[in-house]
Nanobody
């Protein structure tokens, strides 16, 4: 079965950086678009970034210029490099096989001084 396992979350100060990883198994990873979503308490889940099978990327306006999504097909892993973090970036971040309904368990990102 499809499994997505995120890692890399944690506590970071405003202006800091984190890199999230999502290791996939059970799918032919290189063929699928992947995405990162986030959900903060009391808010709806939002699409943060996605990357196609040919590495075309899209970003939410709120993270453009600060976050980078990339993938390593040899490692079946998608990453989210988050720079210049703001308190409003704090959320549970989850990866997904875009449009396929497969989700990881999520990893908490806290941005606080």
């Amino acid at each position: 079965q499809v499994q997505l396992v995120e890692s890399g979350g944690g506590l970071v100060q405003p202006g800091g950086s984190l890199r999230l990883s999502c290791a996939a198994s059970g799918i032919n990873f290189s063929l699928y678009p992947m995405a990162w979503y986030r959900q903060a308490p009391g808010k709806e889940r939002e699409l943060v970034a996605r990357i196609s099978s040919v590495r075309t990327t899209n970003y939410a306006d709120s993270v453009k210029g600060r976050f980078i999504i990339f993938r390593d097909n040899a490692e079946n892993t998608v990453y989210l490099q988050m720079n210049s973090l703001k308190p409003e970036d704090a959320a549970v971040y989850s990866c997904s096989v875009y449009g396929r309904g497969y989700w990881g368990q999520g990893t908490q990102v806290t941005v606080s001084s």
